[in-house]
Structures are given as structure tokens and as C-alpha cells.
């Protein structure tokens, strides 16, 4: 986190008092749900390999019935292999400062509701088919690869 202030600068990362536009904005976040979506898949998938699962990702799944809370509950190799799929969107655009938080907290608080064991009308999952939602983390993770 100490060297990313500096890193996304580098990238084109903006944080002067001009604000982007809303649909600037949209547009970004829109681009990094998509984008991170499919490289947390394709991550994911690649720890439920049998050596990545038994000494990476099983630290995750220690939970069969997830709560809120353990969506960030993981190896710290995983934080930082599945990290990348939340910072990818930001690296490639060069976001407003203010854009970069925004997605953050968007980020957090689906993963979180993807892991609460609750269907909210909100869902991203009511709005995007094959969207994982709680029902499916709920499936998931008693899914143990030993």
C-alpha cells in the first residue's frame, strides 16, 4: 500500500481538485468490474489446483459457511496473487484519486456481499447472469479439494 501512491502517479493516476466526470467515472468502473471479474476467475480457478489449494487457498475455505467478513480472510500469497485482479482496471487507466477509492470500497463491499449468505435485491447477480452471488459462494465453499 506505501509504494502504490507513488506507482499509480506513475501510471497516470490524477489527484488535483478538477474532479473527473461522472461519466468518466461510470465508464472506469464499469471497465474495471468486467476487467477484474474475469481475472479473479481465472485466478481463482488456478488456486483450486491441488498444490495451490492444500498450501495457498484452503486458508480461505477454513470457513464452509462463509459470513461477511471472511471474503478477505486468505493466505497472504492469495491477497496478493488475487490482488492484481482488483488493481489491473486502475494500472491500465490512470483513475482520479477519488475514482481509485471509489472502486475500492465498490470492490470491498461486493465481495463482502458475495460472502454474506444474503440475496439483496442489489445483487449484481439479479442484473448480470452467471454473476457468483452469496448462493453460489454458499455452494462453494463447503467444496473442499484436499
Not at 484519486?97 to 449484481?124: D, K
Amino acid at each position: 500500500m506505501l509504494l502504490s501512491d507513488p506507482v499509480f502517479k506513475h501510471m497516470g493516476m490524477g489527484s488535483s481538485l478538477r474532479l473527473p466526470s461522472w461519466k468518466v467515472v461510470l465508464t472506469q468502473i464499469i471497465f474495471y468490474f468486467i476487467l477484474e471479474d474475469f481475472v479473479f476467475y481465472w485466478g481463482h480457478r488456478v488456486l483450486h489446483t491441488k498444490w495451490l489449494y492444500k498450501h495457498v487457498h484452503s486458508v480461505h475455505h477454513e470457513y464452509a459457511t462463509p459470513f461477511g467478513l471472511t471474503s478477505e480472510y486468505a493466505h497472504p500469497a492469495e491477497i496478493l496473487f488475487l490482488g492484481f485482479a482488483t488493481i489491473v482496471g486502475p494500472a491500465i487507466t490512470g483513475p482520479h484519486l477519488l475514482t481509485l477509492w471509489l472502486w475500492m470500497v465498490l470492490r470491498v463491499l461486493e465481495t463482502v456481499e458475495a460472502h454474506c449468505g444474503y440475496h439483496f435485491p442489489w445483487s449484481l447477480s439479479n442484473f448480470l447472469p452467471l454473476y457468483g452471488d452469496a448462493d453460489f459462494h454458499d455452494y462453494h465453499h463447503p467444496l473442499l479439494y484436499t
